[in-house]
């Protein structure tokens, strides 16, 4: 089950748009809580049930609420501490989303396998969160790179990597031969962008090919800029390596 926590105060879900969490349209994999009490920071037994969750995503400024006077106590965010520290593990435990008003494009620790995205956007968050939970339901995986970067994070992922690999060479001769070597402090940002585009070849072929028909630099740039081309405009590599 995937939780999605937050007191959704001033109806800030339906003010944008996003009707289907209150509408539970995806009960079978998705519980929403709005009000959770305030305990001692102790007093974890009112949350035990995250434990076994396969997935948190935390509104970080979630108040915890007073059922006795049936509000929010503004200022209060015991339960988010709890969750965090205690229950999630900031990802090592349980995958855990934080997100809030206040923060900005997605920040994760591992772009290669993702389990804690410590902060994104509420809007973008709640943007993504419908592809995001439809994946889910459709595949049973947990996939946080919907999350981080859009249903298209291939897409992301792949320019990303393509221009970083592009900068590398940067202030290298066109006509000169490329080396791998360029890429020594990139390593595994190359072969993470080759396991992307060419789900048939693996990391020693294309070594092997580059070092038996070498490229000059342009050549090298221009496959790379192929294949990121080609992720952009049908979100797949169409280009073989050789």
Request: net charge negative; with cysteine; aromatic share 12%.
């Amino acid at each position: 089950m995937i939780y999605l926590i937050d007191d959704n105060q001033n109806r800030h879900r339906e003010n944008i748009g996003i009707n289907f969490v209150n509408d539970e349209i995806y009960a079978d994999i998705l519980t929403t809580l709005e009000k959770i009490e305030k305990r001692s920071l102790s007093d974890l037994s009112h949350l035990n049930f995250l434990k076994d969750a396969d997935c948190i995503l935390l509104h970080y400024s979630t108040e915890d609420y007073n059922f006795d006077n049936e509000s929010f106590i503004s200022g209060s965010r015991t339960n988010v501490v709890k969750i965090v520290e205690s229950i999630a593990e900031e990802g090592d435990k349980i995958p855990l989303v934080l997100f809030s008003n206040g923060m900005g494009e997605a920040i994760i620790d591992n772009k290669n396998n993702i389990r804690f995205i410590r902060e994104i956007n509420k809007n973008v968050f709640y943007s993504r969160l419908l592809d995001f939970i439809e994946y889910c339901k459709n595949t049973g995986n947990i996939e946080m790179r919907i999350l981080a970067w859009g249903k298209n994070y291939r897409s992301k992922e792949v320019s990303t990597l393509g221009a970083l690999l592009l900068n590398k060479l940067v202030y290298s001769k066109g006509d000169d031969i490329f080396d791998i070597m360029f890429f020594a402090d990139v390593q595994l940002e190359f072969q993470r962008f080759i396991e992307l585009s060419l789900t048939k070849d693996d990391i020693s072929v294309i070594l092997e090919d580059l070092k038996n028909n070498p490229l000059t630099i342009n050549e090298f740039r221009e496959k790379i800029n192929l294949i990121t081309e080609s992720f952009l405009k049908y979100g797949k590599n169409i280009y073989p390596w050789k």
